[in-house]
């Protein structure tokens, strides 16, 4: 069975720091890998996804990530942090893209930005 | 931007009574789900459903969880009997198809009191 670890419940950093959130996957085989971010009183919007290719994947909001299969991880980063970044992240896993499959979530990390 | 929207936000039931979610789903997408959280913990899928019929469904989804697409527009999900353990935020997604992204909306927040 899929799993996601977010090893990191809470991340403080400074404005215009740089930030990298970890995930950590279990699947035998490619899985499918995506970070959503959860601002406060909103849903889950996406920032990025891996299917194939190029592992380092470009997202909206300077995000991105990268997928390193001999670590089994799929870190989400941002060269410099803006206070609009505070929010909830999550790291997801898909077993394939047939659309019937669902996603597995990791715990989730919570960013906090300071000045 | 076309989003998927749910209603209530916030519910508040007493234990033992019926709720009804409901989700309306961006209109061209063919795959809907709900997924709940419970307060500090990870996101949990709960159902997907393709074709007027649900696909998968996670073991939290018991006899007392049913879903439906009553109308061609609206997706809901029907707890039958809340329990204090309900309490939580239930997201509904949706996606267009095959390998494509699922969107989810803001979610309602239930209190089962």
């Known amino acids: 069975a899929q799993s996601v670890t977010q090893p990191d419940i809470h991340i403080t950093v400074s404005e215009g720091a740089s930030l990298e959130l970890r995930c950590n996957y279990s699947y035998g085989a490619t899985p499918y890998l995506f970070w959503y971010v959860q601002s406060p009183g909103q849903g889950l919007q996406l920032l990025l996804k891996y299917f194939s290719g190029d592992t380092l994947v470009q997202g909206i909001k300077g995000f991105e990530a990268e997928f390193k299969r001999s670590q089994s991880s799929f870190n989400l980063r941002k060269p410099s942090v803006h206070w609009s970044d505070a929010a909830e992240y999550f790291c997801?896993?898909?077993?394939?893209?047939?659309?019937?499959?669902?996603?597995?979530f990791g715990k989730g990390t919570r960013l906090s930005v300071i000045a | 931007e076309p989003e998927v929207t749910q209603t209530p936000s916030h519910q508040v039931t007493q234990m033992g009574q019926e709720v009804i979610l409901r989700c309306v789903p961006i209109?061209?997408?063919?795959?809907f789900y709900w997924y709940r959280q419970i307060l500090g913990q990870k996101v949990e899928f709960l159902v997907s459903?393709?074709?007027?019929?649900?696909?998968?469904k996670s073991e939290i989804f018991d006899d007392q969880f049913s879903v439906e697409r009553p109308d061609g527009s609206n997706f809901t999900l029907k707890i039958r009997s809340t329990k204090l353990e309900d309490s939580a935020m239930y997201f509904c997604a949706s996606s267009e198809g095959a390998g494509t992204e699922a969107f989810f909306g803001q979610g309602t927040r239930l209190t089962v009191v």
């Open positions: 209109s061209n997408h063919l795959y």
């Open positions: 459903f393709y074709n007027n019929e649900i696909s998968e």
């Open positions: 997801a896993v898909g077993e394939d893209l047939s659309g019937n499959t669902p996603l597995v």
